[in-house]
């Protein structure tokens, strides 16, 4: 990838794949839909040489390393996109079950931000999952500073935004750790926090799209979030204090 080349990671949380699964074909084959062109058809060797993958279906459909399916991308180092998915260890709540996790990867360019909606939502019901997120590279070093540490010392998050639960304290699988530019909410997910409330929620309902299985992808700013702009950081802050729930922050 050029050095200079930003990218929009896709992150979604799904129960684990169980027996014959058709979830990872779904998935890949959902997200090659949502990007015009996208062919997911090679993969990687130890020395990172890309390995076509003629025989890709056959090969997810019976292949589930690591609890998930192996490692895809295009060919064109110029717009590169990747995704695999593999089984966490961890639960998304206090004493959960391990999860199927899937991560994707595209440029944050005008092609990228375009599809964006349409990947999180493909990505997101292909694997049925819980809860996902869309998000520029780097947010993720924002939120792991988010969630409280162990010990006495006070905690103070950046950009005054607030403390979260750390998942592996999270209350209940259905409540996202955490808010995103993009935010895929289950249709369980959404009943956990409160959305759609038509009264209090115009603002980011003009922005969500209900997905075909029921559940919400749901955008807080038009431009990808970038929280030096005081605009942006306003409608992240005032989207936690909308859902307490997220994070843990309050259990009903």
């Known amino acids: 990838m050029p050095a200079e080349q930003n990218s929009l990671n896709v992150i979604v949380y799904a129960p684990a794949l169980v027996g014959d699964e058709k979830r990872p ?22 020395k990172d040489d890309l390995i076509a993958l003629p025989n890709r279906d056959e090969g997810i459909a019976t292949d589930k390393a690591n609890g998930g399916f192996f490692f895809l991308c295009n060919d064109d180092e110029n717009h590169p996109v990747t995704l695999s998915g593999w089984e966490n260890p961890d639960g998304l709540a206090a004493g959960g079950p391990p999860h199927f ?8 360019d005008a092609v990228g ?36 540490r162990q010990g006495d010392k006070p905690h103070v998050p950046p950009h005054g935004l607030p403390s979260l639960k750390r998942p592996r304290d999270n209350p209940a699988p259905e409540i996202p750790h955490y808010l995103a530019w993009l935010n895929y909410w289950s249709a369980a997910a959404a009943r956990a926090i409160g959305f759609p409330d038509p ?19 749901v955008q807080l700013t038009e431009a990808p979030l970038d929280l030096d702009n005081p605009a942006h950081l306003d409608a992240l802050k005032r989207t936690y204090e909308r859902f307490p729930e997220i994070g843990g922050r309050f259990t009903p």
Do not use: N
């Not at 990947?119 to 809860?131: I, K, M, N």
């Not at 009264?199 to 992808?217: C, H, I, K």
């Open 25 to 46: 074909l779904a998935i890949v084959q959902g997200m090659e839909r949502a990007l015009p062109g996208l062919r997911l058809e090679w993969t990687t060797s130890g």
């Open 199 to 217: 009264a209090r929620d115009a603002e980011l309902l003009s922005r969500a799209r209900r997905t075909p299985s029921g559940g919400w992808v």
């Open 101 to 108: 996790q899937v991560c994707a990867s595209l440029p944050l």
């Open 113 to 148: 931000i375009a599809a964006a909606v349409d990947v999180l939502e493909a990505v997101g019901d292909g694997a049925r999952a819980v809860w996902g997120k869309a998000s520029p590279d780097g947010y993720g070093g924002i939120v792991a500073q988010q969630f409280r």
